[in-house]
């Protein structure tokens, strides 16, 4: 079975600041990757997703993330941060080819930006 | 137009009653699951029904049973609620056939509170 790990569960920063949550995931064959952000009472959007090809995918709200399949990471970046990014991000990996798997998430991290 | 839609948004209710949350899509997706999200924003599936057929069911007690009319939709019956399942419920579909992409759009939760 497929596990998750996302290292920081609160991150506090000021905006125009850089972002990087760290998520490393524990599964021996090929995995789909994603990231999904819970904006204050409203639902999982998904922000970017790997499946193939080229390592570093570009999601949306200049968000990107980097799959390093030697290191089974998946971080996300943002290079400047807004209030608006204020949110529940979460980590999730689903088996690749894994047909109707569910996903399986991160305990997510706690984002604050601070004015 | 909604994507993946549930009802009710709020479910306040006394232990030991029966309730039910719908859950519908108009994506045209064959796979259709439940998740729980607990007090501390940890999701994890509950199911998921790929053609009317149940593949996952992640150690669910038996009070939970997912009901599937047909493909759009996907029905939770809880019953005997107890306070323990106090939650937000989220409902997700996905396109599944091949396997290859199980990428997962998410309803707006359904948050059941058990007095």
């Known amino acids: 079975a497929q596990s998750v790990s996302q290292h920081n569960h609160h991150v506090i920063l000021s905006e125009a600041a850089s972002l990087e949550l760290g998520c490393n995931y524990s599964y021996g064959g090929t995995v789909n990757l994603f990231w999904y952000v819970q904006y204050p009472g409203q639902h999982l959007q998904l922000l970017l997703k790997y499946f193939s090809g080229d390592p570093l995918v570009k999601g949306i709200k200049g968000f990107e993330a980097e799959f390093i399949k030697s290191k089974f990471s998946f971080n996300l970046r943002k290079p400047s941060v807004q209030w608006s990014d204020t949110a529940e991000y979460f980590c999730a990996v689903s088996r690749s080819g894994g047909g109707a798997d569910g996903l399986t998430f991160g305990k997510g991290t706690h984002l604050i930006i601070q004015p | 137009d909604t994507a993946v839609s549930q009802t009710p948004k709020y479910l306040v209710t006394q232990m030991g009653n029966d309730k039910s949350i719908k859950c519908e899509q108009n994506l045209g997706h064959d796979t259709m699951y439940w998740y729980k999200q607990d007090s501390k924003k940890f999701l994890k599936i509950m199911f998921s029904?790929?053609?009317?057929?149940?593949?996952i069911n992640e150690t669910v007690p038996n009070r939970f049973s997912p009901k599937s009319p047909d493909k759009a939709h996907l029905n939770l019956h809880i019953n005997s609620l107890e306070l323990g399942d106090s939650a937000v419920y989220f409902c997700a579909s996905s396109r599944s056939s091949g396997g290859l992409y199980n990428e997962q759009f998410f309803g707006p939760g359904t948050r059941l509170t058990v007095l």
């Open positions: 029904y790929n053609n009317k057929e149940l593949i």
